[in-house]
């Protein structure tokens, strides 16, 4: 005869061993709390304080976009095309041979519209494309003078349909297959983007701390977006502080890597240009700040995707031990890393095709071309955020398993006495089936 110290519940578990595991359960809670909790205060309060203000903003440039007087931008849709002998042509040598796009304008009939080399190179404009061009036929009025070259010329594509239509296709299909948690996962997305537009670009251009900007705004993101997409949870808060230590890691790998490997910003055709624009911002700083926000996605990935597996399995093996479970967890940890390495080398790699494309048909020795301007930044922010979500997933996993060891439900789910003999059997024939083999 078993000795008991109290009445057995439907979970298979004594009263005391009860309280003994809300006991516990309190206290993996209050312990997550009084982590997060202060960083969650001092990302709010870090971000109050730097908040860039309007007094002290760049101020405001025109944008390289925006028409002179006299001149105007608008937009209509593409009749007919054609390759014509124009009497002066956009570099002004008379007789060149012109491709012409006839589009349509509400109010002013058919104007012919000029469309440069380069476009035509790269694939043409078509009849029924919709593009924006330059409107200089207002010139002669303002200067006084004859107008002299093209007056219609092509200056892009609008893209707007095709592109709302893309967005509406992805919302639909987020939508459809994670219902309700994907609605507010777009939704965070849009306060991610917030915090981009109104704190993190901003106070960049203030002159601010790269590496401060970087990381409350960062913090600010991963504490809004975890939260409202997945429900304030231990599985949650779990995956938070994972995500955390990796945007640590990561934000100091960025801040050593960009001065050691003298990572100056100034290879971009934009750097001189933002440089002109602001006063004080560091284009190294840039980078810096870009290297921690470019791993967000992916860190937040691994570490929500670690945490859920470590409660899932959890689940289906309430009684398993502590080192089982993490060890069991972290082999599907590998297999997340292996794959988000290639992921992360993908993404960049596909981004910087053209800069891949121009290096590889330079002449120049492969190490050379591998650290060279054009590559080095891309290259360290591979290396970077591919480190701060390594060492992430080990760290998460820990916490997953303290976690959910100390909150979790182990008896949940009443299993009948002959079902747990039928599986303990089915456990010990697999086991002598593996020795056998």
């Not at 298979?12 to 982590?35: H, Y």
């Not at 849709?77 to 014509?84: G, H, I, K, P």
């Amino acid at each position: 005869m078993g000795h008991s110290h109290g009445p057995v519940d439907e979970t298979g578990l004594t009263r005391p061993e009860l309280r003994r595991r809300k006991a516990a359960r309190r206290r993996a809670v209050v312990l997550l709390s009084w982590i997060l909790g202060p960083l969650a205060l001092l990302t709010a309060v870090a971000m109050v304080l730097m908040f860039p203000g309007a007094d002290t903003a760049p101020p405001s440039v025109n944008s390289p976009y925006s028409a002179a007087p006299g001149a105007s931008i608008d937009s209509g849709t593409v009749q007919r095309t054609a390759t014509e002998d124009c009497a002066v042509s956009s570099s002004g040598n008379p007789g060149s041979s012109c491709f012409i796009a006839y589009t349509v304008v509400k109010g002013l009939g058919e104007v012919p519209v000029l469309v440069g080399s380069d476009i035509v190179q790269a694939g043409g404009v078509d009849a029924g494309d919709t593009i924006s061009y330059l409107n200089l036929s207002g010139l002669a009025a303002i200067t006084g003078a004859d107008h002299v070259g093209p007056t219609y010329v092509f200056m892009d594509f609008v893209r707007t349909v095709p592109m709302g239509l893309l967005a509406l296709l992805y919302a639909v299909v987020v939508v459809a297959v994670a219902r309700w948690r994907g609605l507010r996962a777009m939704v965070g997305l849009v306060g991610a983007f917030g915090v981009l537009a109104w704190f993190v670009l901003p106070a960049l251009a203030q002159g601010q701390s790269p590496l401060w900007v970087a990381l409350v705004g960062s913090s600010a993101i991963m504490f809004g977006v975890l939260y409202f997409a997945h429900g304030f949870s231990a599985r949650t808060s779990t995956a938070l502080l994972g995500t955390l230590f990796g945007l640590g890691v990561t934000a100091g790998l960025a801040a050593w890597a960009v001065d050691a490997a003298a990572l100056t910003g100034t290879s971009g055709h934009n750097a001189y240009q933002l440089l002109n624009m602001t006063e004080g911002m560091s284009l190294s700083g840039m980078i810096l700040c870009g290297l921690v926000i470019s791993g967000l996605g992916v860190l937040n990935d691994v570490t929500i995707t670690q945490s859920s597996a470590v409660w899932e399995m959890y689940e289906l093996a309430p009684h398993t031990s502590t080192r089982d479970l993490f060890t069991s967890a972290m082999r599907i940890g590998r297999d997340h890393i292996a794959s988000t390495v290639y992921t992360i080398a993908f993404a960049y790699a596909g981004s910087a095709l053209p800069v891949l494309l121009m290096v590889s048909l330079y002449d120049q020795p492969l190490l050379g071309a591998l650290t060279g301007v054009e590559l080095a930044e891309e290259i360290v922010r591979i290396l970077v955020g591919s480190i701060g979500l390594v060492l992430a997933i080990p760290v998460t996993t820990a916490v997953a398993v303290a976690v959910v060891k100390a909150t979790g439900r182990p008896a949940a789910i009443a299993v009948a006495p002959s079902v747990q003999a039928e599986t303990v059997h089915g456990e010990a024939a697999n086991h002598q089936l593996v020795e056998h083999r």
